[in-house]
C-alpha cells in the first residue's frame, strides 16, 4: 500500500528540517535557532509565494544534497541584473521541434526580451556572482555605441546553483527557467565557469540532434530535459564583411516539469547522509542501497543504453548532479529519471560510421572541439564508455564497495537493455568490456566497439536514427532585421545582415522558411534588391537547405545561376530527397531557364537518385519531345538512363516501339539496354528484338 500524501511529504520535510538545523549549528553555533542564517525559521523569507511547492522541493535538495554547497544560503533570492542588447546583435536559435509559440507560452519571450522605443532588445541576464564576464558585454555595447547600462527589474528573481546556471522566476507571468550563462565565480567548487558563443552553439547543436532524435524527449525509462533555446552575441565585422568573433552566449533549459503533481529531487538525494535513508525509510525499506539500487541505479543503466541507441552519443558527465529522481506526489520513486545537460555529451564516431557520408552528420562531428580532448585521453578510440558518477560532487554515503556494487547493477542493466533494442545477445556486450575501473568518483565500464556485437549495433542503429534535417535551426532576428530592411527600403544595410545570415551555425533557415511559404513581404521586394544582394539571398538560402524549389525560384540571381542550381541541386541529395515530382520540376526549371548550361543536367542526374519510374518516363518523353535544349544534354541523359534509371514496362514498351525512329542514336545500345532493363524489372517482351 503506498504512502498517503499526509505521510510522505512530512516525512521529507523532517529530514529537512533535520539537515537545515545541523547546518545552522555549524554555522551558528550555539545562536538561537531564529537567529541562525540557515534555519528552517528563515526559510519563509526566500521563497516567493507563487513558487510551486515542488520547485521549493527541487532548490532545497540542490543545496543540501550536493556537497559542493551544503547549506540554505544561496536560497536567498537576488533581484536580475541585465544588460539589453539590440536583438540586431544576436543569433537566437529555437529547436525545430519546438513550436514557435512555444517562447511565448512558456513566458520566456516576455522574460527575456522587451521592446524600447520601437527597437527589440534581448535581456542578457548577469550571473549573481560574475565578477568579470559580464564586462565582455558591457564593452561590447559601448563600440556599438549602444547603451551599456546594467539594468534591473523587480519582477525578475534569481536563485543559485552549484555551477554557472541561475533559476530565473517571473513574478508577473510566472514563468521558470534555467538560464546557463559566464562567470568568474559559483556558489559550489566550480571556478571559472566563462561560457562563449561558440560553446553555447555547440551545446545547441547537441541538443538539436539529441531531441530530433528523440521526439518529445521521452526515452522509455527517462525523460530528456530540453534547453531549447540559446542567444549568441554577435561579434563585430571587419571591414570585408567577415564576422571578427562571437562574444558570449547563454542557453535556456526547460523547467516546465518541475510544476507538476510529481517531485523530482537532484539524483544526488540518494547517496546523502540523511536524505537517502530517509526517502528509503519513508517507502518502507530498511536497506537504502538495495532500494537505490532498484529505484536509480538498474533506471539509469537502461537510460544510458536506451540513449546511446537512439542518438549514437555518449554521456560523458553523467553524475548524479546531471539526474532527477520521479516521485509520485507520495514521494514513491515511479521508476523514471530526467536527463539533463547535453552539452556533456559527444557524438561516438565509430557508431555513427555508417552515416559519416551525410551532411547533417558531418555538421554534428564538426562541432566537436578541443573540450573533449580530455575525455578521448582517458581511453583509446574505437570504444564507448558506459560510466556513472556515483560519488562525483556527492556527499559519499555509501562505501566504496557498495559503490561498485550500484555500479555494477548500472552496468548489468545497461548491457541488458542494449541487447534488448538491438536485439543482439547481451553475452557479446558483456564480453565486448575491455576496462572496468573506478576513478574521480566515476564507475566506468568501456566497451571495445571494434568487436563484431558493435559492428552489428552500429549497421542496425544507423537503419533506426532519425536525422534532423540540417536546417533545422530557426533564427528569430533574421525575420526582424531581413523584414524591416526590406519594408524600409535599406537596401544598402542589406548586404551586412545577408553575410550574418551567411555566417551562422545553420544560415538563413527562418528566411528560407518564410520564403517557401511566399510570405508577402519577400515576394516582390525580392526582386527588386541589387542584383548582389539578390545573388547573396539566394545562396543564403541554398546553403539553408530548402529543398522548396519557390525559394529558388523567387531568389535566383541569372548571372550566378548554373553555380547556385548547381548547389541547390546538391542540397536535394544531401537532405535525401526522392519524391519523383519534385525532381521532374527541377529539371523543368532547368530547362524553363534561358541561361541554363548544357552541362548542368549532368549535375542534376548525377544527385537525382528516385527509385520512382514516373522520373524515368517524364526524362524520356522530353528526350522525344525534339526539345532542342533538352537534345543538348542527350549523352548525360542517356548514360542515367542506362546506368542508374527505374524502369517500368511501359517505359520499355515504349523505348522499343521508338528505336526505328532514333536516327540520332544507335539502335544497336537501345536493345541493350531494353534487354538489361527488361530482366532487371522481371518484364518480358516477346517483339524486344
Same mark, same amino acid.
Given at each position: 500500500?503506498?504512502?498517503?500524501?499526509?505521510?510522505?511529504?512530512?516525512?521529507?520535510?523532517?529530514?529537512?528540517?533535520?539537515?537545515?538545523?545541523?547546518?545552522?549549528?555549524?554555522? *551558528?553555533?550555539?545562536?538561537?535557532?531564529? =537567529?541562525?542564517?540557515?534555519?528552517?525559521?528563515?526559510?519563509?523569507?526566500?521563497?516567493?509565494?507563487?513558487?510551486?511547492?515542488?520547485?521549493?522541493?527541487?532548490?532545497?535538495?540542490?543545496?543540501?544534497?550536493?556537497?559542493?554547497?551544503?547549506?540554505?544560503?544561496?536560497?536567498?533570492? +537576488?533581484?536580475?541584473?541585465?544588460?539589453?542588447?539590440?536583438?540586431?546583435?544576436?543569433?537566437?536559435?529555437?529547436?525545430?521541434?519546438?513550436?514557435?509559440?512555444?517562447?511565448?507560452?512558456?513566458?520566456?519571450?516576455?522574460?527575456?526580451?522587451?521592446?524600447?522605443?520601437?527597437?527589440?532588445?534581448?535581456?542578457?541576464?548577469?550571473?549573481?556572482?560574475d565578477e568579470h564576464e559580464h564586462l565582455s558585454i558591457r564593452r561590447q555595447l559601448q563600440q556599438w555605441g549602444e547603451d551599456s547600462e546594467l539594468r534591473s527589474d523587480p519582477s525578475l528573481v534569481t536563485y543559485r546553483t552549484a555551477s554557472r546556471s541561475v533559476v530565473i522566476f517571473n513574478r508577473k507571468n510566472r514563468a521558470f527557467f534555467s538560464l546557463k550563462t559566464g562567470t568568474d565565480h559559483t556558489?559550489?567548487?566550480?571556478?571559472?565557469?566563462?561560457?562563449?558563443?561558440?560553446?553555447?552553439?555547440?551545446?545547441?547543436? /547537441?541538443?538539436?540532434?539529441?531531441?530530433?532524435?528523440?521526439?518529445?524527449?521521452?526515452?522509455?525509462? *527517462?525523460?530528456?530535459?530540453?534547453?531549447?533555446?540559446?542567444?549568441?552575441? #554577435?561579434?563585430? /565585422?571587419?571591414? #570585408?564583411?567577415?564576422?571578427?568573433?562571437?562574444?558570449?552566449?547563454?542557453?535556456?533549459?526547460?523547467?516546465?516539469?518541475?510544476?507538476?503533481?510529481?517531485?523530482?529531487?537532484?539524483?544526488?538525494?540518494?547517496?546523502?547522509?540523511?536524505?537517502?535513508?530517509?526517502? *528509503?525509510?519513508?517507502?518502507?525499506?530498511?536497506?537504502?542501497?538495495?532500494?537505490?539500487?532498484?529505484?536509480?541505479?538498474?533506471?539509469?543503466?537502461?537510460?544510458?543504453?536506451?540513449?546511446?541507441?537512439?542518438? $549514437?552519443?555518449?554521456?560523458?558527465?553523467?553524475?548524479?548532479?546531471?539526474?532527477?529522481?520521479?516521485?509520485?506526489?507520495?514521494?514513491?520513486?515511479?521508476?523514471?529519471?530526467?536527463?539533463?545537460?547535453?552539452? +556533456?555529451?559527444?557524438? =561516438?564516431?565509430?557508431?555513427?560510421?555508417?552515416?559519416?557520408?551525410?551532411?547533417?552528420?558531418?555538421?554534428?562531428?564538426?562541432?566537436?572541439?578541443?573540450?573533449?580532448?580530455?575525455?578521448?585521453?582517458?581511453?583509446?578510440?574505437?570504444?564507448?564508455?558506459l560510466q556513472i558518477g556515483i560519488n562525483k560532487g556527492s556527499n559519499p554515503y555509501f562505501s566504496r564497495e557498495e559503490s561498485a556494487e550500484l555500479g555494477n547493477a548500472f552496468k548489468e542493466a545497461a548491457f541488458h537493455r542494449l541487447a534488448e533494442v538491438s536485439g543482439l545477445a547481451e553475452s557479446d556486450f558483456r564480453a565486448s568490456m575491455i576496462s572496468e575501473t573506478n576513478r574521480d568518483g566515476y564507475?566506468?565500464?568501456?566497451?571495445?566497439?571494434?568487436?563484431?556485437?558493435?559492428?552489428?549495433?552500429?549497421?542496425?542503429?544507423?537503419?533506426?536514427?532519425?536525422?534532423?534535417?540540417?536546417?533545422?535551426?530557426?533564427?528569430?532576428?533574421?525575420?526582424?532585421?531581413?523584414?524591416?530592411?526590406?519594408? =524600409?527600403?535599406?537596401?544598402?544595410?542589406?548586404?551586412?545582415?545577408?553575410?550574418?545570415?551567411?555566417?551562422?551555425?545553420?544560415?538563413?533557415?527562418?528566411?528560407?522558411?518564410?520564403?517557401?511559404?511566399?510570405?508577402?513581404?519577400?515576394?516582390?521586394?525580392?526582386?527588386?534588391?541589387?542584383?548582389?544582394?539578390?545573388?547573396?539571398?539566394?545562396?543564403?538560402?541554398?546553403?539553408?537547405?530548402?529543398?522548396?524549389?519557390?525559394?529558388?525560384?523567387?531568389?535566383?540571381? *541569372?548571372?550566378?545561376? =548554373?553555380?547556385?542550381?548547381?548547389?541547390?541541386?546538391?542540397?536535394?541529395?544531401?537532405?535525401?530527397?526522392?519524391?519523383?515530382?519534385?525532381?521532374?520540376?527541377?529539371?523543368?526549371?532547368?530547362? $524553363?531557364?534561358?541561361?541554363?548550361?548544357?552541362?548542368?543536367?549532368?549535375?542534376?542526374?548525377?544527385?537525382?537518385?528516385?527509385?520512382?519510374?514516373? /522520373?524515368?518516363?517524364?526524362?524520356?518523353?522530353?528526350?522525344?519531345?525534339?526539345?532542342?535544349?533538352?537534345?543538348?544534354?542527350?549523352?548525360?541523359?542517356?548514360?542515367?538512363?542506362?546506368?542508374? $534509371?527505374?524502369?517500368s514496362k511501359s517505359v520499355i514498351k515504349s523505348m522499343h516501339e521508338q528505336k526505328e525512329s532514333l536516327s540520332w542514336w544507335q539502335t544497336k545500345a537501345h536493345e541493350s539496354m531494353i534487354a538489361r532493363h527488361a530482366r532487371n524489372c522481371q518484364v518480358y517482351l516477346k517483339h524486344a528484338g
Amino acid at each position: 500500500m503506498g504512502i498517503r500524501t499526509t505521510q510522505a511529504l512530512p516525512r521529507f520535510f523532517l529530514a529537512l528540517s533535520l539537515m537545515i538545523t545541523f547546518q545552522g549549528l555549524i554555522s *551558528a553555533g550555539a545562536a538561537p535557532i531564529s =537567529n541562525r542564517p540557515h534555519s528552517v525559521a528563515t526559510l519563509s523569507e526566500n521563497w516567493d509565494e507563487a513558487i510551486p511547492l515542488s520547485v521549493k522541493l527541487f532548490l532545497i535538495a540542490n543545496h543540501l544534497g550536493n556537497s559542493s554547497i551544503g547549506n540554505l544560503q544561496g536560497m536567498k533570492p +537576488d533581484t536580475a541584473k541585465f544588460y539589453l542588447i539590440p536583438i540586431e546583435r544576436t543569433s537566437a536559435h529555437l529547436i525545430k521541434s519546438f513550436p514557435k509559440s512555444w517562447t511565448e507560452a512558456s513566458g520566456l519571450q516576455a522574460t527575456l526580451f522587451e521592446e524600447k522605443s520601437g527597437r527589440q532588445f534581448y535581456r542578457w541576464i548577469k550571473h549573481q556572482d560574475d565578477e568579470h564576464e559580464h564586462l565582455s558585454i558591457r564593452r561590447q555595447l559601448q563600440q556599438w555605441g549602444e547603451d551599456s547600462e546594467l539594468r534591473s527589474d523587480p519582477s525578475l528573481v534569481t536563485y543559485r546553483t552549484a555551477s554557472r546556471s541561475v533559476v530565473i522566476f517571473n513574478r508577473k507571468n510566472r514563468a521558470f527557467f534555467s538560464l546557463k550563462t559566464g562567470t568568474d565565480h559559483t556558489y559550489g567548487l566550480w571556478q571559472e565557469k566563462g561560457l562563449t558563443g561558440e560553446q553555447v552553439e555547440r551545446m545547441f547543436e /547537441f541538443n538539436e540532434f539529441i531531441f530530433s532524435s528523440v521526439k518529445g524527449g521521452a526515452l522509455p525509462s *527517462a525523460d530528456l530535459i530540453p534547453e531549447p533555446f540559446a542567444v549568441t552575441v #554577435n561579434g563585430l /565585422f571587419g571591414s #570585408n564583411g567577415s564576422q571578427v568573433s562571437i562574444a558570449q552566449g547563454q542557453i535556456v533549459r526547460d523547467l516546465s516539469s518541475l510544476k507538476g503533481t510529481n517531485i523530482y529531487l537532484p539524483a544526488f538525494v540518494a547517496v546523502h547522509p540523511v536524505f537517502g535513508p530517509t526517502i *528509503a525509510w519513508a517507502n518502507g525499506s530498511q536497506n537504502p542501497k538495495e532500494f537505490w539500487k532498484e529505484n536509480l541505479f538498474t533506471p539509469l543503466g537502461k537510460t544510458v543504453a536506451e540513449f546511446v541507441w537512439e542518438t $549514437a552519443h555518449e554521456l560523458f558527465s553523467m553524475h548524479l548532479q546531471n539526474v532527477w529522481i520521479e516521485f509520485n506526489s507520495d514521494l514513491q520513486p515511479t521508476g523514471r529519471v530526467k536527463i539533463i545537460d547535453f552539452g +556533456d555529451t559527444v557524438p =561516438n564516431e565509430d557508431l555513427l560510421r555508417p552515416l559519416l557520408a551525410l551532411d547533417s552528420v558531418k555538421k554534428l562531428m564538426a562541432t566537436r572541439d578541443s573540450e573533449f580532448a580530455y575525455h578521448r585521453e582517458i581511453r583509446e578510440a574505437g570504444t564507448l564508455d558506459l560510466q556513472i558518477g556515483i560519488n562525483k560532487g556527492s556527499n559519499p554515503y555509501f562505501s566504496r564497495e557498495e559503490s561498485a556494487e550500484l555500479g555494477n547493477a548500472f552496468k548489468e542493466a545497461a548491457f541488458h537493455r542494449l541487447a534488448e533494442v538491438s536485439g543482439l545477445a547481451e553475452s557479446d556486450f558483456r564480453a565486448s568490456m575491455i576496462s572496468e575501473t573506478n576513478r574521480d568518483g566515476y564507475e566506468h565500464a568501456i566497451c571495445d566497439l571494434k568487436k563484431p556485437v558493435w559492428r552489428d549495433f552500429s549497421q542496425r542503429q544507423s537503419k533506426h536514427l532519425a536525422l534532423p534535417r540540417a536546417y533545422s535551426v530557426e533564427k528569430q532576428k533574421i525575420r526582424l532585421i531581413l523584414s524591416a530592411s526590406i519594408e =524600409n527600403q535599406f537596401i544598402e544595410g542589406l548586404r551586412e545582415n545577408l553575410l550574418r545570415v551567411m555566417f551562422g551555425e545553420s544560415p538563413g533557415a527562418e528566411l528560407a522558411h518564410l520564403v517557401s511559404q511566399g510570405e508577402a513581404m519577400f515576394l516582390n521586394p525580392a526582386k527588386s534588391l541589387s542584383k548582389h544582394s539578390r545573388g547573396l539571398l539566394a545562396v543564403g538560402l541554398i546553403y539553408a537547405g530548402s529543398t522548396d524549389l519557390a525559394v529558388f525560384r523567387i531568389a535566383r540571381e *541569372a548571372n550566378s545561376e =548554373n553555380l547556385m542550381f548547381k548547389k541547390f541541386v546538391e542540397s536535394l541529395k544531401t537532405k535525401g530527397v526522392r519524391n519523383s515530382a519534385h525532381w521532374i520540376e527541377v529539371v523543368h526549371q532547368h530547362y $524553363a531557364s534561358e541561361t541554363n548550361n548544357s552541362n548542368s543536367l549532368s549535375s542534376i542526374l548525377d544527385n537525382a537518385h528516385v527509385e520512382d519510374p514516373r /522520373f524515368t518516363e517524364y526524362l524520356y518523353q522530353e528526350l522525344h519531345r525534339e526539345n532542342a535544349k533538352i537534345q543538348k544534354d542527350e549523352f548525360a541523359l542517356y548514360d542515367y538512363l542506362e546506368k542508374d $534509371a527505374p524502369y517500368s514496362k511501359s517505359v520499355i514498351k515504349s523505348m522499343h516501339e521508338q528505336k526505328e525512329s532514333l536516327s540520332w542514336w544507335q539502335t544497336k545500345a537501345h536493345e541493350s539496354m531494353i534487354a538489361r532493363h527488361a530482366r532487371n524489372c522481371q518484364v518480358y517482351l516477346k517483339h524486344a528484338g
